[in-house]
């Protein structure tokens, strides 16, 4: 483990979505940076180099448009500018998004529901949405499923995510009304494939699929293997989960994995079982499957596309993520994928 494995009250802040304005808005910003210096720059790099990278900071943020989040996990401090052109920071992140789906927020894929009905042939599970389902549908489900997963219906980065154990359940008609409050969609439980299961047994490991639709053919632009650190339900990347990229032409991940926190792996923390050099099981049945769901919807070009894959091959979409993060296609290689980026969507 390195220096900057360890505990801190602002972790969830600092690696998820930040909702915070005004005053809260600029002391969380400060303890963003301060906690992305302990963990991106090495603990011994004296006060002259920390005022440098202060006034650099502030350079690339005004002549690049990249984020505090940027600056450090792309490790910019160690970049020339030849090298920071290449990134897709959140100026650019932002022109990739306009460009190909005309707005940052697309409501039939921030609405859970709305995708849902509109993705129903590529789900592989059931589901339903409590602010629609009466009680005695909510019962039905939970008696045929007795360990289903809730979530949040305009949920993002891994947020409002919970199992639900209904033999654990001591008044049914209170916990019914609990989630129709939270506004939750309640689903299946995913039995995975073992490959994939025995990294970290207590998520569901998932792919990150991004593809961009010039409207004469599917890109797939870049494909991530993403598993829980095991201490928690979800892979999320935002939540400390593992990212390592997936060679497309081969289904095979060849990079270590790496966390928000800068952490690299080989191995998986907990299970111990390889990460470099592992090969998606039913590759093709993934390349197949998000290209025919990309699409459905040629309005909105640019996805990236959550995978997971059931025990028996089928090949489930858990959701489109119409203005996918860049940050866990570039930071496990720290390869600018700018240029890539840049020529496809000169092809819309």
Same mark, same amino acid.
């Given at each position: 483990m390195k =220096? /900057?494995?360890? #505990? @801190? /009250?602002? #972790?969830q802040k600092i690696t998820g979505y930040n909702s915070s304005r005004g005053f809260e808005y600029i002391t969380d910003h400060f303890k963003k940076y301060n906690l992305l210096q302990k963990y991106f720059i090495e603990e011994d790099v004296g006060l002259l180099i920390k005022t440098y990278i202060i006034f @650099?900071? !502030?350079?690339?943020? +005004?002549?690049y448009g990249c984020g505090i989040n940027d600056y450090f996990q792309y490790k910019f401090f160690y970049k020339k500018s030849f090298d920071r052109k290449k990134f897709i920071v959140a100026r650019k992140w932002k022109k !990739?998004? !306009?460009?190909? /789906?005309? =707005? +940052? =927020? *697309?409501?039939e894929f921030d609405d859970k529901s709305i995708f849902y009905q509109n993705y129903s042939e590529f789900l592989g599970r059931d589901w339903i949405d409590l602010s629609k389902a009466e009680y005695e549908e909510f019962r039905e489900f939970v008696v045929k499923?007795? *360990?289903?997963?809730y979530k949040i219906k305009d949920g993002s980065g891994g947020n409002g995510i919970g199992i639900l154990d209904y033999n654990a359940i001591s008044d049914l008609e209170q916990k019914y009304l609990e989630l129709r409050a939270m506004n939750v969609i309640l689903e299946e439980l995913i039995i995975q494939n073992h490959e994939m299961s025995d990294f970290n047994p207590s998520s569901v490991n998932t792919l990150r699929v991004v593809t961009i639709n010039t409207g004469k053919t599917i890109e797939i632009m870049n494909a991530v293997f993403r598993c829980g650190n095991g201490k928690g339900c979800t892979d999320n990347f935002h939540h400390l989960g593992l990212a390592a990229l997936i060679d497309i032409d081969t289904g095979i991940v060849y990079t270590q994995a790496i966390d928000k926190k800068n952490n690299r792996y080989i191995f998986h923390p907990s299970s111990n079982k390889q990460i470099v050099g592992f090969k998606i099981p039913y590759w093709e049945n993934v390349l197949e499957t998000v290209k025919r769901a990309a699409d459905v919807n040629k309005n909105i070009r640019y996805v990236g596309w959550d995978i997971a894959i059931k025990n028996n091959g089928t090949i489930c979409i858990i959701e489109g993520n119409s203005a996918s993060d860049p940050d866990v296609v570039q930071m496990p290689d720290q390869i600018g994928k700018w240029n890539i980026y840049k020529n496809t969507i000169t092809k819309i």
């Amino acid at each position: 483990m390195k =220096k /900057n494995d360890k #505990t @801190d /009250n602002h #972790t969830q802040k600092i690696t998820g979505y930040n909702s915070s304005r005004g005053f809260e808005y600029i002391t969380d910003h400060f303890k963003k940076y301060n906690l992305l210096q302990k963990y991106f720059i090495e603990e011994d790099v004296g006060l002259l180099i920390k005022t440098y990278i202060i006034f @650099d900071f !502030i350079w690339c943020v +005004l002549r690049y448009g990249c984020g505090i989040n940027d600056y450090f996990q792309y490790k910019f401090f160690y970049k020339k500018s030849f090298d920071r052109k290449k990134f897709i920071v959140a100026r650019k992140w932002k022109k !990739i998004v !306009i460009a190909c /789906n005309g =707005k +940052l =927020k *697309v409501e039939e894929f921030d609405d859970k529901s709305i995708f849902y009905q509109n993705y129903s042939e590529f789900l592989g599970r059931d589901w339903i949405d409590l602010s629609k389902a009466e009680y005695e549908e909510f019962r039905e489900f939970v008696v045929k499923y007795p *360990v289903s997963m809730y979530k949040i219906k305009d949920g993002s980065g891994g947020n409002g995510i919970g199992i639900l154990d209904y033999n654990a359940i001591s008044d049914l008609e209170q916990k019914y009304l609990e989630l129709r409050a939270m506004n939750v969609i309640l689903e299946e439980l995913i039995i995975q494939n073992h490959e994939m299961s025995d990294f970290n047994p207590s998520s569901v490991n998932t792919l990150r699929v991004v593809t961009i639709n010039t409207g004469k053919t599917i890109e797939i632009m870049n494909a991530v293997f993403r598993c829980g650190n095991g201490k928690g339900c979800t892979d999320n990347f935002h939540h400390l989960g593992l990212a390592a990229l997936i060679d497309i032409d081969t289904g095979i991940v060849y990079t270590q994995a790496i966390d928000k926190k800068n952490n690299r792996y080989i191995f998986h923390p907990s299970s111990n079982k390889q990460i470099v050099g592992f090969k998606i099981p039913y590759w093709e049945n993934v390349l197949e499957t998000v290209k025919r769901a990309a699409d459905v919807n040629k309005n909105i070009r640019y996805v990236g596309w959550d995978i997971a894959i059931k025990n028996n091959g089928t090949i489930c979409i858990i959701e489109g993520n119409s203005a996918s993060d860049p940050d866990v296609v570039q930071m496990p290689d720290q390869i600018g994928k700018w240029n890539i980026y840049k020529n496809t969507i000169t092809k819309i």
